[in-house]
């Protein structure tokens, strides 16, 4: 007997074993009136009306609806009310520029848009069939009691598509199946050690690779869902202190703020000796690391993937092996990416590139085979990223593809070298990350004047292209040069730009 896997699985579950239990606090300041505290019946019921709506505005099996929202409850339930009868769920990151969303929802071919009350200029800007702002509409989204067809479940149908940055201007849509979603979330919860006495908090933006799967393993285990809607350190020590938080996801950027925050936290950190941190974007220092387990008095562990592995790869975790150690060798040893999670196999090949296997893996990037055909070649997906696989642990050294992480989003230099060359007083351009104690990298240009165009300031470039990204993807400091490294042909030696800024550390990311 076959029976296929959904993410409809997870809140089925849910609501057969625990109606009754909190299934999401929902967060109380925002623009839209908040959900408030919902059991996982009540979860169950407004997936179904929503399912029920798409079902009567016509959107078939396989149709795109797109959702740009920070985190909210409204968000959470759209990951079944949505995909959970057979269409595709589109998390568009909530900073992007109307410009950005609507590429997204052109390339993507979403015949529904739902966005937060904050971007309801999108409504008008981007332009899709249908439109709604959650909260305004939400009787039209969630209020109705028919009851949808059933949905013939195929594992194989895409379940998400999510847009990243990677090597070209343009972002890519990567195509999740309900098979990837459901691994990812089945081996993630169980390495992370999910169960039904955790209560998670979203600190990780849902749209973030599906929140990394971690809106299906909490509900598969009815852990209770705690919505965080902007990130603050202080906000957080209070949220975990006042729901008895058991765990979160964060990147580095999100951990410095809370290291921070405990500076100034009267009496005992909240979940010290209780909560355990999940870390990726970017690899944290070995003090950093440090400071979470001594400081806070929390477990670390840290995981790396990508959107296209939805994302787990690896996981570094405490293991009995280490607890010998010394406290600065065991920090030391958890700052490794991780040994490959079940059903994970890895690679690096000659050119130093990670290469990855595992049924998390994208099934395409959506209308882009070429793009497919070379991160898949030799029936292996190719991170971009250089680094070593020793002793059953991969070490992340160096990123190969034209990538910048800060604060844990990813940014095309190619994307931004594009904006930037499309002012008319900007000859030439490379875009860089530098080392950046905060946001791991720091989005940098260097750029050539064309000298027979008026000359520009670092402001004037930062505005020009803020009117054409997101904020996160403008340079933070643009320095002014009267060459660029280049090779006999005319490319760009980025390695030699970036010398001078990662001079003294002995690895090419941060």
């Known amino acids: 007997m076959f029976y296929p896997l959904t993410v409809m699985d997870f809140l089925d579950r849910a609501v057969t074993v625990y109606p009754d239990r909190t299934a999401v606090v929902d967060e109380p300041d925002q623009p839209a009136a908040s959900w408030g505290d919902i059991t996982y019946a009540e979860l169950g019921r407004r997936a179904k009306a929503q399912a029920a709506a798409l079902e009567e505005w016509q959107v078939p099996a396989g149709g795109r609806v797109a959702i740009v929202s920070q985190n909210s409850a409204r ?101 999740l199946t309900h098979r990837n979603n459901w691994l990812n979330a089945a081996v993630f919860g169980w390495q ?68 921070d925050a405990a500076k100034t936290w009267p009496g005992d950190i909240p979940g010290s000796g209780r909560v355990r941190i999940i870390v990726a ?25 990508l959107t296209e592995t939805s994302p787990l790869l690896t996981m570094s975790r405490m293991r009995a092996e280490w607890d010998g150690l010394d406290p600065h060798q065991q920090a030391i040893n958890l700052g490794r990416a991780g040994a490959p999670a079940v059903g994970v196999r890895l690679m690096v090949d ?27 070649a030799g029936d292996w997906f190719h991170t971009g990223d250089g680094g070593t696989f020793e002793d059953g642990y991969l070490t992340i050294a160096d990123r190969k593809k034209d990538v910048i992480i800060t604060g844990g989003e990813n940014v095309s230099s190619i994307e931004v070298e594009d904006v930037l060359t499309s002012h008319p007083s900007v000859r030439e ?58 090779t006999a042909t005319g490319k760009l030696q980025k390695f030699k730009l970036r010398a001078e800024f990662w001079s003294g550390h002995d690895r090419q990311i941060n």
Request: proline fraction near 5%; glycine fraction near 8%.
């Open 192 to 259: 992370a050690s999910v169960s039904d006495r955790d209560v998670y908090l979203h600190t990780l933006p849902m749209f973030h690779a599906n929140g990394w799967g971690h809106p299906f393993a909490a509900t598969a285990m009815g852990a209770t869902h705690v919505v965080i809607r902007k990130i603050d350190g202080t906000e957080i020590l209070r949220r975990i202190e006042k729901h008895g938080v058991t765990y979160l996801c964060a990147a580095p950027a999100v951990v410095t703020t809370v290291l």
């Open 281 to 305: 974007g970017a690899p944290p220092s070995t003090r950093t690391i440090a400071r979470v387990r001594d400081e806070l008095g929390w477990e670390f562990i840290q995981i790396y993937g």
């Open 75 to 175: 968000m959470l339930a759209s990951f079944y009310g949505v995909s959970g009868w057979g269409r595709v769920l589109v998390p568009i990151n909530f900073r992007l520029s109307a410009a950005e969303v609507r590429y997204v929802i052109d390339h993507s071919g979403a015949e529904v848009m739902m966005v937060d009350p904050s971007l309801r200029h999108l409504v008008d800007e981007v332009g899709c069939k249908r439109s709604f702002v959650l909260g305004d509409d939400d009787q039209q989204i969630w209020g109705s009691t028919a009851e949808p067809r059933p949905w013939i479940g195929d594992e194989q149908a895409t379940a998400t598509i999510n847009y990243t940055s990677g090597t070209t201007a343009r972002p890519k849509g990567v195509q």
């Open 429 to 486: 351009v490379a875009v860089i990350g530098i080392p950046d104690e905060k946001w791991g990298e720091l989005v940098t240009a260097l750029v050539v004047l064309d000298s027979d165009e008026e000359p520009v300031d670092e402001p004037t470039l930062i505005a020009h292209c803020r009117e054409y990204l997101a904020g996160y993807k403008c340079p933070k400091r643009i320095e002014f040069r009267d060459q660029l490294a280049r």
């Open 350 to 376: 000659d050119e130093g590139e990670v290469l990855a296997r595992s049924n998390h893996n994208l099934a395409s990037y959506w209308d882009s085979p070429e793009a497919t055909a070379q991160a898949q």
